[in-house]
């Protein structure tokens, strides 16, 4: 990881800058819209209708600027891996030692990473354990300082398909 910069594959490129695309070209000018409509309302001081048009045009606009300085600032990095070892976009299948307990994991980028789905960022502290061992391997994860913990990988599967993986909100 490089501080303060986010590590993008050429498809996390492709779907921000199609992100923003959308949101200047189709968003935008129904939020202006939106805004002008509620300003010809009438009276500004209780226009509740002025006020949440105006804050989505805003959050639109952060928005926009969000995505173009993460792709000022991006590192691009190779999706590929070698066959056999866990890299981005594969499934993988992991047993915590302490408990025996199992998880199902994706690895993605961080822009990917989605919890509730077990979509394991490469920053994260598993995913960073995780990245180019094989099946069988066990992975000492690093959560800090003083706590560490072992998985061991059961299963990889490989998958090269990120096309319904969705880029994270703020």
């Known amino acids: ?22 949101r200047k070209l189709i968003e935008r000018p129904k939020l202006i819209e939106a805004v002008k409509e509620a300003r010809a ?3 500004l001081s209780e226009n509740f209708e002025y006020y949440a048009a105006k804050k989505a045009k805003n959050e639109n606009e952060s928005r926009i600027r ?8 991006a590192i691009i990095i190779d999706d590929s891996s ?17 408990d025996k307990s199992r998880e199902r994991y994706k ?14 960022s ?12 094989k099946k069988g391997d066990v992975c000492r994860v690093e959560v800090n300082d003083s706590v560490s913990y072992d998985i061991k990988i059961l299963n990889i599967d490989e998958n090269e398909d990120d096309s319904q993986d969705e880029i994270k909100s703020f």
Not at 107 to 120: A, E, P, W
């Open 41 to 43: 309302q009438g009276d």
């Open 66 to 73: 969000y995505l173009d300085n993460m792709l000022k600032t």
């Open 122 to 133: 490469i920053e994260s502290p598993i995913g960073k354990a995780l990245m180019g061992h």
């Open 82 to 98: 070698q066959k056999g070892e866990v890299g981005l976009n594969n499934f993988v299948d992991v047993e915590f030692l302490d």
């Open 107 to 120: 690895i993605v980028t961080s822009i990917r990473g989605n919890s509730l789905k077990n979509y394991i």
């Open 1 to 22: 990881m490089h501080k303060g910069r986010a590590e993008l594959t050429r498809s996390d490129v492709q779907k921000i800058e199609k992100e923003i695309e959308d």
